[in-house]
């Protein structure tokens, strides 16, 4: 039984994220709370599995509770988000303060699909206190200490086959609890990186424009927002818009990015499963691919493209994973070249693209 504190000053969303927790009946809400200082006290006194926490709240909003939650009793918590601009940049700073993942508010366009995946995140990352707990660590670490930490504790080893450069393209796939390690990974590569980077991030398409311009600000590499024609630039790294495709096509003898509707009935937009063919049938042996974290496969039939054509690939290791579903679908086919933390793949990508 996972054991929820959802936390909202609306009664409306309060009475609605506890109806549709609880159609589950793996999942139990234990209780409820009107703002951030009743989230902190029945924390303390429920000892939830998991916290749901709207943002924008009265006496103590969201992001203040998470910071103060963390220091005393850190949990996995899913943030409850506005698809508004300022909704975006607040979710970008609850998940680099510490929350795993986050929903928009959407119910009122598709009740049944919102509790669909609220109940599905809320049992995700219920599975990770541990990470939780480390990710703490290391805030208080990077806050006022220089003590030296650990990677999280998994099954990354040896190249499983040979991942050779030099490679100037890197395509990167990822879902659930995605943007913390996305902004990891590319705020930790060089400016003058020998490479254009592609990333297919399922996020709604209010915020995908706001993440692009966090991670420009936080990263030495240049970033945006992509728009189909865009140039391949090294040096440089496109966020796909929500709700549409990201991918590569040939101008003549010269790719270039293409950002399209088609496929129209794909499961997810952006597609990971199109952003890996396209880049595997463009660029070939000069492709990276990197799948982290997120639910389902999207993603693992692109993979095998790009591995035929002659790209590599390299996944998250379960332990760093926030889910551990796209980058083990792509394991058990085979396909990854290697499996390694989230610390450890900047470090990677800059070796295999310089060769």
Known sequence: MIRVLVVDDSTFMRTSLVSLLEEDPEIK????????????????VLEPDVMTLDVEMPRLDGLATLQELMKTNPLPVLMASALTESGAHSTFKALEYGALDFIPKTMSNDRNAFGEELRHKVKAISRKKSLVRLKFQRLKLQHGSSAQHSAPAGQPGAPLSP????????????STGGPPVVQKILSALPGDLPACILVAQHMPATFTGPFAKRLD??????????ADGDKYKKGHAYVCPGGKHIGLRMRGPMPEVAVTEEPRDA???????VLMETAGKCMGGRTLGVMLTGMGSDGCEGAKVLRKMGGCLVAQSEASCVVYGMPKAVVDEGLANQILDAEDIAQAIVAIVKG
């Open 267 to 273: 499961l997810y937009k952006p597609s990971v499963n």
């Open 163 to 174: 991942c050779k450069g030099p490679r100037d393209l890197v395509v990167i796939g990822v």
């Open 217 to 226: 600000g936080l990263c030495k590499l240049s970033v945006s927002e992509a």
């Open 29 to 44: 809400v234990v209780g409820t709370a009107i703002d951030g200082r009743d989230a902190l006290k029945k924390a303390a």
